[in-house]
């Protein structure tokens, strides 16, 4: 049974920063791609960033130069660090564990999904 819990999620000022973080359980977590997605109210989940099980990072263009993910394989973490944030990236941010070790960018790629954490970024 894979488990994945957000945290760190919260209200913060436009031009502020959270750090996200996701923590994994149930399956050897250094075998598998990780995802961050985002949703808003009435709208798909959409790609915002993941990070293959030897590191390598993608990301949505939006968010590219002002996100970074990262992955500890010894804590089963992964994490979103947000800077520079505007309104627009207000979001429930979902954490995603895909059942192989490449990051692909859609929704029904990813086999697990963490409950969310809500990022509120005032003007």
């Known amino acids: 049974q894979v488990q994945l819990v957000e945290s760190g999620g919260g209200l913060v000022q436009a031009g502020g920063s959270l750090r996200l973080s996701c923590a994994a359980s149930g399956r050897t977590f250094s075998k598998y791609a990780m995802g961050w997605f985002l949703q808003t109210p009435g709208k798909e989940r959409e790609f915002v960033a993941g990070?293959?099980?030897?590191?390598?990072?993608y990301y949505a263009d939006s968010v590219k130069g002002r996100l970074t993910i990262s992955r500890d394989n010894v804590k089963n973490m992964v994490y979103l660090q947000m800077n520079s944030l505007n309104p627009e990236d207000t979001a429930v941010y979902y954490c995603?564990?895909?059942?192989?070790?490449?990051?692909?960018?859609?929704?029904?790629?990813?086999?697990?999904w963490g409950q969310g954490t809500q990022v509120t970024v005032s003007s």
């Open positions: 990070i293959s099980r030897g590191g390598s990072t």
């Open positions: 995603a564990m895909r059942a192989y070790g490449w990051v692909l960018t859609t929704r029904d790629d990813y086999d697990y």
